[in-house]
């Protein structure tokens, strides 16, 4: 009641005068130029509010497409770019060629004999040599055994070959695989078992000797082409191993004391021992390069 | 305005017609500036088209109305602030050029007096006095847009209106002017 009465402005706080000489004298109107500027704002909103749905509409998936369409092109730039296909080429050849330089390394005649003498009874001249020498010796041809072959023995590499020989355990199923192919599914007794077993040691002591014979073939080959090609060699092998090998004619050691590796130790220490320094220490560069794995058995 | 907001042009002019002038007055003696109190015509009107998509009849439009007129004066002080205090002292309330010269010159005489009392007021004072005056609205709605309690309204709105009485009750031989 009393707010209704408040609202409806009693005389403490309106005054019928006052409001009669207010209104009297506030007789001022918005000029009509103000009026057509704003009727003219309210009448144009409907049709800005009309584009501005249509854009809103088509805005997201035309800026979903223009960014699709930016994103193919800027990809199709950088695939097609010509800076960058000379790069890729270059890759491409460095790493075609590397492989190519470590399969190719020895290149000559000398190279050939020591890439025999490296990959032992593997490689194929040694593999022709013994069917040669085979068929020579038992007038027929005989298959390489599958019990001897150097990866059964791990044989494969030629360096330690002897001591991974002794050292390595040969599985008993890896016995098994070097029996006959007949027996290769009856049952293996113990005695059978170590019979193949000492068949097995057998054979690779025999692989060793073939192995050091072919070490003694290509030492001798190796020398051969060396002095075949000696001027080269000293000419581009300056500071190297085969530059401080004297000529064949003025060599101190024979050559049935250098297919022996420790006759041709005690070689060196006679020639040590008989004051002739130059001649010990170019025969024992010689004998480093060809056995590097030896152990002396007392410093020269 | 909800007719407006389906796209009825028409009921907006109808709207605006009966509107326009109270809030011309309005915006006329608080800005106390012909030019600003129209730039401010214009910023109001403007926001009520803006707004006609997301407006909700809560209230009598005249509210709504007299609440953007509000808050787009204060934020017209804001901006010109420097601008207002230099011509505070020159209100440009000149007479209407349509009138009559006798006419205009007796209305000329009252407006004065009473513009010359109005400028005494303070700006709350002011205020509310005009919204009560121009716009019709009742305390409630006066505190709803100033945005104070009803009593601190009704309290200014007194004020206002003791103050005039008073002035318009002495006698016109330029008194009127003191506070």
Same mark, same amino acid.
């Given at each position: ?22 209104? +009297?004298?506030? %007789? ?16 144009? +909103? ?45 890759? %491409? ?84 695989? %070097? ?23 057998? +054979? ?97 | ?11 907006? !002019? ?28 214009? !910023? ?61 010159? !007796? ?62 009750? !002495? ?9």
């Amino acid at each position: 009641m009393n707010q209704d009465r408040d609202n409806n402005l009693p005389s403490a706080e309106s005054d019928p005068l006052v409001s009669a000489e207010y209104r +009297a004298s506030a %007789t001022e109107r918005t000029p009509p130029a103000l009026d057509a500027v704003v009727l003219e704002k309210a009448r144009a +909103a409907p049709k800005n509010a009309r584009l501005r749905g249509f854009y809103a509409l088509w805005f997201r998936p035309l800026a979903f497409v223009t960014t699709l369409v930016l994103s193919l092109a800027l990809l199709l730039e950088l695939t097609n770019t010509p800076q960058l296909q000379p790069i890729l080429d270059a890759e %491409t050849e460095i790493g075609r060629r590397q492989p190519q330089a470590s399969e190719t390394a020895p290149t000559d005649a000398a190279d050939g004999v020591i890439s025999e003498f490296r990959h032992g009874v593997d490689s194929p001249a040694w593999i022709e040599r013994r069917d040669a020498k085979n068929e020579s010796t038992s007038g027929k041809p005989q298959s390489p055994e599958p019990s001897a072959s150097a990866e059964n023995l791990n044989l494969s590499d030629d360096v330690g070959d002897r001591e991974r020989f002794e050292l390595t355990p040969v599985p008993m199923n890896d016995v098994k695989t %070097t029996q006959a192919p007949g027996s290769a599914n009856a049952p293996v007794s113990d005695e059978r078992a170590s019979a193949g077993f000492a068949e097995m040691i057998e +054979a690779g002591s025999k692989r060793m000797q073939e192995k050091d014979s072919v070490m003694e073939t290509a030492i001798q080959g190796l020398h051969q082409t060396r002095a075949a090609e000696e001027p080269q060699i000293e000419e581009v092998a300056a500071g190297s191993a085969f530059a401080v090998v004297p000529d064949r004619a003025a060599r101190s050691c024979l050559e049935e004391q250098m297919s022996d590796p420790l006759k041709w130790w005690q070689c060196i220490t006679d020639l040590k021992a008989a004051g002739r320094d130059d001649d010990a220490k170019a025969e024992l560069d010689l004998f480093n390069a060809t056995y590097p794995d030896f152990e002396p058995p007392d410093a020269p | 305005m909800l007719r407006y907001k389906d796209g009825d042009v028409a009921a907006f !002019e109808t709207l605006y017609r009966r509107h326009n002038d109270s809030l011309y007055r309005y915006l006329l003696r608080r800005c106390l500036d012909r030019n600003a109190a129209e730039d401010v015509f214009q !910023e109001v009107w403007g926001k009520i088209i803006k707004s006609r998509r997301s407006y909700r009849r809560t209230a009598k439009f005249t509210t709504f109305l007299y609440r953007v007129a509000h808050n787009c004066f204060i934020d017209h002080i804001r901006r010109n602030k420097r601008h207002l205090a230099a011509s505070d002292a020159d209100p440009d309330l000149s007479a209407d050029p349509s009138d009559e010269p006798d006419l205009a010159a !007796e209305k000329g005489l009252a407006r004065e007096r009473l513009n010359a009392v109005l400028l005494t007021l303070p700006d709350e004072q002011r205020d509310v006095f005009l919204l009560h005056e121009e716009a019709g609205l009742t305390l409630d709605t006066i505190a709803h847009v100033t945005g104070v309690n009803r009593e601190t309204a009704k309290s200014r709105l007194r004020y206002a209106v003791n103050k005039l009485k008073a002035a318009l009750s !002495e006698p016109a031989d330029g008194s009127g002017n003191q506070p």
